[in-house]
């Protein structure tokens, strides 16, 4: 068994097997997720199974694909909607993004990039990019924009890329926008391919050690990144790691938003100013120096 497990020492053995299996046998890695909620959820799936025991249950899974199907299902929340939190993206339409954007799509200065990590079903993905067309539409700039979608979830990545939604789905979404950016289709409603172009999806797995950032993405220098209510799942140690990463991949003065009941862990906190505490809107500062915990992440 791996020592790397995190903190988790003293952790139920069957339960530490399990994860070991998952991350050994499928690379996913729910290892350092938050003891409690990780182990409501694998409970659940006990009761439901009938299995008396974590050992029990981990041999079930390895006979049942379709059980396997059913715990990651269970594990990866993907509760999401458009516009999340509106006041959020108000402030975002309203300052963030113009100044981000002010003098782009002049000279040399032609790209916006943005990551959405951890963006579920697309919703989030999809959001931004109406916000980001709507900016520039009204600035009349030419500008390639890329927002780059990414998910541990397979399933949730093929509803993003196919941009179907249903009716009830897009409830919040304003009418003009609905019209702008969407065809009906029957019951259902389509992204156009206006605002298609803009976004990429790939699975990444946020706690990976191997790479900073998704494919495409490495040495791109990021104004924008989103990973909102994904990182209330993880324990400290990771949510450290995982926001190291984005101190990496940032571009100086670039915007993290995370979710409202989430925080820029201490070890990293000196990197960046808050733009709104309120809506967990921070920049990157320019010239803040790497932490200890930043110069573990990227192996030097
Ligand atoms: C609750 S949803 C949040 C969706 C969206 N960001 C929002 O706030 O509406 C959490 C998402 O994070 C994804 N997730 C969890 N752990 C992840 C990881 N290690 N790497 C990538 N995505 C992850 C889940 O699959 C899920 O789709």
Known sequence: M????????????????????????????????RAPTLERRISRRLYLTGAKSYGEYLARLKETPAELTRLLEDLTIKVSRFFRDAPMFERLARDVLPTLLSGRGRGRDRSFRAWCAGCANGEEVYSLAILVEETIRHRHARLRVTIHGT?????????????????????????????????RRGDDFVVREGLRRHVHFSRYDLTS????????????????????????????????????????VLAPGGVLVLGTAEHIPLPVAPMFEAVSRRWKIFRRLSDAPPTPIFREVIGR
Request: with cysteine; proline share 5%; aromatic share 16%.
């Open 2 to 33: 791996r020592t790397d497990a995190g903190p988790h020492l003293f952790r139920d053995l069957g339960l530490s097997e399990l994860l070991e299996w998952l991350y050994e046998t499928h690379g996913f890695d729910f290892r350092n997720y």
């Open 151 to 183: 998910d541990l979830d397979d399933k949730a990545l093929r509803t993003a890329r196919a941009g179907f939604y249903s009716e009830g789905v897009l409830n919040e979404m304003p009418h003009g926008y609905l019209k702008a950016y969407f065809d």
């Open 209 to 248: 050690r191997r790479s900073l950032s998704p494919p495409g993405g490495v040495f791109a220098d990021y104004d924008l990144i989103f990973c909102r209510n994904v990182l209330i799942y993880y324990d400290l140690p990771l949510q450290e790691r995982i926001v190291s990463k984005f101190t990496k």
